[in-house]
């Protein structure tokens, strides 16, 4: 776990970061829009006195009326604090300079600096100034343009704005930080039913695979994973209910012969006997051994089975021809038990001909065993549009229940369990028969009614890729 950031940590972290990001556009945004209306608030104030100023200039007509002037423009001043007005002639000489004690720079006076709508900004002494200049004609006849520079002093607008910034950063900082801690408490908050389906994980042993998990509390987006988990749960309660069902079945089949064995072989010991008694008693173990001997190699197919490790040779499969040679295999049998064998159809797959022959031979001697004297065994082979073989193997003979259908194919699974040695199968061959198929791409089924009971094999006529189990 070292090195690993939890869910909640970065769901946390992302919250912040995006809160962090929205704050700080926010704050430029306003501090921007604070900035530039004292921006325009100012050329709005020097635009004004600038018109002013242009309006008097314009009604000078006389000496007299320029001599009066510089009042009048004081006079214009007044309530107007840092705001300062000043009137050069075309030769470069003063006409009029207001008492605001405001330095204005050359590049204003030359009006090629500043205008109207690009103001001048400059700073001198540690105080900012804006400027604009233009120049203004007079009414005067032969009275050549003067220029009009006015400027205000925005030293306090930037000692508020520096304040307006301290404060707004930080309450934007306080805010992320906030953001952050309200972001950590609802994703705690949200990934509450998280935890709860681990805490309910956690609880689940081999004794309790019974338990599911409550859908009905669980938050919609999280429904889908309880749902998946649920079904994990369903899974391996029932691979561990198979596994012990194996189990217990496994070590009831080998104790009856290991049984027989040491009986036969302590009876034989007891006492002194003759070359033909123990060759009797040989012979009975060699048959318990014999039926150790397939049971163990049935099982070690069925473990390949599971693995993938049972891979089919490629060859061309003659059905018809295959359970033509197992009907003349079981035909005494048969005819001991007065039961016809009937075969119908024909069709090849590319198959491993071996390992399709023991499974028509399983599934021929099933339907053998467990059919009524005189009745029959019908095989049906059925063409699929190309793709795939049907194979039907069908018999008479008792119903098989409906709740049985879906473990026939379980190893050591029996209908009848009382009637388990009456044969010399061990319960595998339908097990068996399903690896085989399923190792050549098929599908088996399984029906059973009114004394009637079918299996149906799928095997696609294609060839099979290798591992394919």
Same mark, same amino acid.
């Given at each position: 776990m070292t090195g690993r950031k939890s869910i909640t940590l970065r769901l946390t972290l992302l919250f912040a970061a995006l809160s962090t990001a929205v704050l700080l556009g926010l704050g430029f945004l306003i501090g921007n829009s604070v900035e530039r209306h004292f921006e325009e608030q100012d050329l709005d104030a020097l635009r004004g006195k600038l018109d002013l100023t242009r309006h008097a200039l314009a009604k000078v007509q006389s000496a007299a009326d320029m001599k009066a002037l510089p009042q009048q423009l004081e006079d214009s001043l007044i309530g107007h604090h840092g705001l300062a007005i000043t009137i050069v002639g075309?030769?470069?000489?003063?006409?009029?300079?207001?008492a605001g004690g405001i330095p204005f720079p050359q590049a204003l006076l030359s009006h090629r600096a500043a205008t109207p709508s690009m103001p001048l900004i400059w700073t001198t002494n540690g105080r900012s100034f804006r400027g604009i200049a233009a120049a203004v004609p007079t009414g005067m006849a032969g009275w050549r343009e003067s220029t009009v520079a006015i400027a205000t002093d925005i030293s306090h607008h930037e000692q508020f704005m520096a304040s307006f910034?301290?404060?707004?950063?930080?309450?934007?900082?306080?805010a992320a930080l906030l953001s952050g801690l309200l972001g950590w408490a609802a994703v705690r908050r949200g990934l509450a039913p998280l935890r709860d389906i681990r805490h309910a994980a956690a609880a689940?042993?081999?004794?309790?695979?019974?338990y599911r998990l409550p859908l009905g509390t669980i938050p919609a987006e999280l429904a889908e994973l309880a749902e998946t988990l649920n079904q994990m749960l369903a899974r391996l309660e029932d691979s561990f209910r198979r596994i012990s069902d194996f189990s217990g079945d496994l070590a009831h089949e080998l104790r009856t012969p290991v049984s027989n064995l040491m009986t036969e072989?302590?009876? /034989?010991? $007891?006492?002194?006997? !003759?070359?033909?008694e123990y060759r009797e008693v040989l012979a009975s173990n060699v048959e318990e051994f014999e039926r150790l001997a397939r049971m163990i190699a049935d099982m070690l197919f069925l473990a390949k089975a599971d693995h993938g490790l049972v891979v089919p040779s490629r060859e061309t499969v003659d059905l018809?021809?295959?359970?033509?040679?197992?009907?003349?295999?079981?035909?005494?049998?048969?005819?001991?038990k007065g039961i016809r064998l009937e075969l119908s159809g024909n069709g090849s797959i590319i198959g491993?001909?071996?390992?399709?022959?023991?499974?028509?031979?399983?599934?021929? /001697?099933? $339907?053998?065993?467990? !059919?009524?004297p005189g009745g029959h065994v019908a095989v049906r082979i059925d063409s699929?549009?190309?793709?795939?073989?049907?194979?039907?193997?069908?018999?008479?003979?008792?119903t098989i229940p409906a709740e049985y259908l879906p473990?026939?194919?379980?190893?050591?699974?029996r209908v009848d369990p009382s009637r388990q040695h009456a044969s010399d199968g061990a319960g595998l061959g339908l097990a068996i028969t399903d690896s085989i198929v399923r190792a050549h791409g098929g599908e088996i089924q399984a029906r059973s009614a009114d004394g009637l009971t079918r299996f149906k094999l799928r095997l696609p006529v294609r060839q099979v890729p290798d591992g394919i189990a």
């Open positions: 075309a030769h470069g000489e003063s006409i009029f300079s207001s910034r301290l404060t707004l950063w930080s309450f934007v900082s306080v689940v042993t081999a004794s309790r695979l019974d072989t302590q009876v /034989a010991l $007891a006492k002194t006997r !003759s070359a033909e018809a021809q295959n359970v033509r040679e197992l009907f003349l295999f079981y035909e005494a049998l048969a005819e001991e491993d001909r071996l390992m399709l022959r023991r499974a028509f031979s399983n599934l021929l /001697a099933n $339907a053998i065993r467990h !059919s009524h699929q549009a190309g793709n795939a073989i049907w194979l039907t193997v069908e018999n008479t003979g008792d473990r026939l194919f379980d190893r050591f699974f």
